[in-house]
């Protein structure tokens, strides 16, 4: 889509959320820019003039004129718009539909738990393992519902690879680097783990992960 | 919409969410059925065959043949099958993809972290104050969003009370119930609170709210 002004992808070097959208948009082959914000700076203006709950990603796309967050509703706009051969998704029900389960099993139930996980692991300024406990165990919950659906389907929505699958990547990446020790990901959850290896192993995932090591250093 | 079949609503008596998915029913006159589950009995079969991640609202919709989970892919789903006129709904963008962006906002940023505030208040089995301190710290920023949101506007997504509105009702319900001795939403957010004094106001809440009201007896 070589005609298409890029998109300007509000971002970040190190948080997950972002690179979601960045993987999206590479598998559409849809033009972006990264707009690396430090985190300070989205919760204040001029970012909150953009995205009032002061967090990334957001895009603007000046192809349609539309400024959103939340990295759901970003995806889903996406999709509708610059998707209409279905490449990574179907256009209507009842897979649809249950693209969209999976999408809001992404952003309700793997981004906000295993971001509870992470920060009583490294970030909380005192230790309460019982906390902690209880969000690696959520990953683990989340986990084994991906694999037992895995075990049994190729993928989460029809017979392809669609964006609902590639949702999960990033999040299930930082678990697998920030949980590793407490989580046996490859020995206890086999079918969600060969379907997380071919989804890493797509080019765009590949692209979109190395760009992301690089900015990071 | 005398002529559908009644939906079957998967349902519990106390937690909040499947009762979003009625105050939406009702509101777009579909007939529904509430299918109360005990907690233990949604992490097994037969529930698990229907919704593998073992949550409640799930629904059947005999009208179409969809079995669907997740409140946010249920509740789009039935505006788009049944909001065909826009009663609660926009159905082209921009608003459309706003109102998607609110829907992720309500189902990733406030459900999550508010459930969060209510677990390490009254359930979890040792007193961490400053992980219940996290989350009602939360509670308070995400209400602070939506209240600089509604100092400028008198609905979330263009000029009338749309689904993503009434979606915040059943969280925030619970949030004034149970941290109100920590929060004073009246007195801190004047706009949000009259925001939700209207919607609470509307004939489809009251009459969802004072059946769980019943049902919680």
Partial sequence: MASLKPIK????????????VAVILDELSVPYKHEFQEMSAIKQEPFISVNPNGRV?????PNTGIILW?????????????????KISYPSGPEKYYEWQWM????????????????????????????????????????????????????????KCTYVDLMFVPWAKTAHTTMGDFIDFQGKYKAYFAWME???GRDSVRKVFEEKAQVAQ
């Fill in 57 to 61: 990603p957001a895009i603007e796309d």
């Fill in 9 to 20: 992808l509000y971002s970040h070097k190190t948080g997950p959320n972002p690179w979601k």
């Fill in 198 to 200: 071919k989804l890493e």
């Fill in 70 to 86: 939340e990295s759901g509703a970003i995806i889903m706009y996406l999709i509708e718009t610059y998707d209409k051969d279905g």
């Fill in 104 to 159: 809001a099993y992404q952003i309700s139930g793997q981004g906000p738990y295993f971001g509870q996980a992470v920060w009583f692991t490294r970030f909380h300024h005192e230790q309460l393992p019982s906390a902690r406990e209880r969000y690696v165990k959520e990953i683990e919950r989340v986990t084994g519902v991906l694999d037992s659906w895995l075990q049994k389907h190729d993928w989460l929505v029809g017979d």
